[in-house]
């Protein structure tokens, strides 16, 4: 994803694969109870990004 | 999916130059230190491996300051030991970043996204070092994220 706020996806043409655990973990609306404040802005960007 | 833990990641993204076989990964590693950062359409290396075209494409290095609790088990000084034993500059703990890159058949395959220059000052070539390499990003097929964190999925 290109620089936010834009966050074009950079491979248009290509499809992502995550391990499920992972997945899970990133896209969980509860995670941001779970991490500081500071480590918000990646999971912001990937659940705005990806379907969950 | 492998069970890879996150150490194993870590060095399988190391050493995957070595893994392919390589004649001189290290060497390729050397070179981005010594440029201080990105070397923007340079920082790529070919390999085959059977009917797969590879490469190892260089995003960049983070020049992380030493940290007492980053390598547990380990003080500073015996770190930079061993990177002064290795012949490293050993100011700071350098971590590269190598994206590997297969092609065949009709797929092109990224393993990790890179740090989208969104991460350290030093890194963020992976883009240009693959144009380099003569691929560009929308002949990419699929992407392999190995573990989703800022070093390996902000350059999606």
Redesign the interface.
């Known amino acids: ?4 706020p834009d966050n074009t ?12 655990t ?2 899970k ?2 896209m969980d609306p509860g995670i941001f109870t779970k991490l500081p404040e500071n480590r918000h802005g ?1 999971p912001k960007r ?1 659940q705005a ?1 990806f379907p969950s | 999916m492998l069970n890879l833990t996150r150490r194993n990641a870590l060095l399988t993204a190391a050493y995957a130059g070595a893994a392919f076989g390589l004649p001189k990964p290290v060497s390729f590693i050397e070179a981005a230190l010594a440029q201080k950062g990105p070397e923007a359409g340079k920082g790529f290396r070919p390999f085959t491996f059977g009917q797969v075209d590879g490469f190892i494409l260089n995003d960049g290095v983070w020049e992380k300051p030493h940290d007492p609790a980053f390598i547990e088990n380990v003080s500073v000084e015996e770190t930079k030991a061993a990177l002064a034993a290795a012949g490293i500059a050993n100011e700071i703990v350098p971590i590269p970043f190598n994206i590997t890159l297969l092609k065949f058949g009709n797929e092109t395959v990224l393993f990790d996204a890179g740090t989208g220059g969104q991460f350290q000052p030093t890194a963020g070539a992976m883009i240009a070092n693959m144009a380099a390499a003569g691929i560009q990003p929308a002949q990419i097929t699929r992407v392999i994220v190995r573990i989703s964190i800022r070093t390996m999925s902000l350059g999606l």
């Open positions: 994803m290109s620089k936010a996806p950079v491979f248009p043409n290509a499809a992502i694969y995550v391990p499920s992972e997945f973990f990133w990646l990937l990004m």
